[in-house]
């Protein structure tokens, strides 16, 4: 299926990666409850009916998106504090880094992190696949990794959690006010930093 095809061995007349991207950038754009079929249709080119013959159901089309999504942008954000060795200084260039963003493509910044904008909308409700856990999970696991060579266990844990949630809540900011975000992502930084004196 990956090569194009269908499964029947008929060719595609389109690339899958091409429509998953399309797709991604309206998810990313309105949420998942704000997207149609009728608006799928007009991003990726295709009609309904090859839309599920490629991917059975809007739902599995958005967890598609969202995979893209975490391969291409959010790997690429933590690749420095999930490497092998990562220190503090990895964790103030992420967040560093997210200034950047914000100051850079206020455009982007105001539709925020699309990983939490799924988790914010499925909150309490069952989602097609937000996979918040794993997003909380990851990101606590790479500012605990690159916090633990210098404190306690107890200290590293608590500083890890917090950083998470701070994460979150930039994000969220962020989509309100890019300037803003962009000003607590400085101030995390340079907190994260005195940490290290």
């Not at 499964?7 to 998942?32: C, M, N, S, T």
């Not at 904008?117 to 409700?125: H, I, L, P, Q």
């Not at 989509?175 to 005195?194: F, P, T």
Request: proline share 3%; net charge negative.
């Amino acid at each position: 299926m990956g090569d194009g095809r269908l499964a029947r061995g008929r060719p595609r007349g389109f690339d899958v990666r091409d429509v998953v991207e399309a797709a991604k950038d309206l998810f990313w754009e309105r949420g998942y409850q704000g997207t149609t079929l009728a608006d799928l249709e007009v991003a990726t080119g295709l009609n309904r009916s090859s839309l599920y013959q490629a991917f059975g159901t809007k739902e599995a089309l958005f967890v598609s998106a969202l995979d893209n999504y975490i391969d291409s942008f959010v790997a690429a954000r933590l690749a420095g504090m999930e490497r092998p060795g990562a220190e503090p200084h990895d964790i103030v260039g992420f967040f560093s880094g997210l200034a950047e963003l914000f100051r850079d493509d206020p455009g982007l910044a105001r539709r925020g992190c699309m990983w939490v904008n799924a988790v914010a909308e499925f909150a309490g409700r069952e989602p097609p696949d937000a996979r918040a856990d794993e997003y909380r999970n990851r990101l606590d696991a790479a500012f605990a990794g690159s916090l633990s060579g210098g404190g306690e266990r107890v200290l590293v844990r608590e500083r890890s959690r917090m950083l998470t949630a701070t994460t979150f809540g930039i994000w969220l900011t962020v989509r309100v006010d890019a300037v803003e975000g962009a000003r607590v992502s400085d101030n995390v930084a340079a907190a994260v930093r005195e940490w290290g004196n």
